[in-house]
């Protein structure tokens, strides 16, 4: 994954690795002005693929690398935009064990990459969605039925949202992921690390 100055000389090259077979598919900015990029990854669950999403800062430090799990068949994410919370939106396959077909998804995660929501579209055995579109709280998704060849296209709404943001304040501290079980990252900017001098977590359940 290379990042390019306007001249075209190469800035840096980050590589998003793991311990499976894996690919990108699409890449966007995000509202924190961090590269979120989509595609699928070979995971314990599925010796074919799962949907991969994984974000990094604009010097190519991966932030953190997640995979959405769906069935032991090949589920993938084609494209990406940001929600109007924040959230992020991804299209492309997901394996409906159901009618034992590939279909088209609008796939909602949190700013950590984790699932909130999901929902299904075609009736063809293989349909794909190809680019997502944000147009306020809606989205248009382009695809293909490949059983058939055929354009798909599809305009709708995910309601079940969840707001919650990952912590970006202006001094340049960033908290990720949120909501956090076991692990929390806090990063600063090199310009306030002399200007700290302690962080104090407090657990809003227990008050300590």
């Known amino acids: 994954f290379p990042s390019h100055d306007t001249n075209g000389t190469q800035v840096w090259e980050s590589t998003l690795t793991s311990r499976f077979n894996s690919g990108s598919k699409n890449v966007m900015l995000d509202n924190f002005n961090s590269i979120i990029v989509v595609g699928e990854t070979e995971t314990d669950s599925s010796t074919q693929y799962d949907i991969q999403i994984s974000k990094l800062d604009l010097f190519g430090n991966i932030l953190w690398m997640n995979s959405i799990k769906g069935s032991n068949y090949s589920d993938a994410g084609f494209s990406v935009c940001n929600s109007l919370n924040g959230n992020y939106i991804l299209t492309g396959f997901y394996f409906d064990t159901i009618s034992n077909s590939k279909r088209m998804m609008l796939l909602e995660t949190d700013t950590s990459g984790s699932l909130n929501y999901i929902q299904l579209y075609g009736s063809s ?69 002399n200007h700290i001098t302690g962080i104090e977590l407090l657990d809003i359940v227990t008050g300590k």
């Not at 998704?141 to 919650?164: A, E, H, K, R, W």
Request: hydrophobic share 40%.
């Open 125 to 193: 055995a293989a349909s794909i969605g190809m680019s997502v579109t944000s147009f306020g709280s809606s989205y248009l998704v382009v695809g293909s039925d490949l059983i058939n060849g055929l354009y798909q296209i599809l305009y709708d709404t995910l309601m079940n949202s969840n707001s919650i943001l990952e912590s970006e304040s202006n001094s340049g501290l960033i908290i990720y992921p949120n909501p956090a079980i076991d692990l929390i990252t806090i990063q600063t900017s090199k310009l306030n690390n």
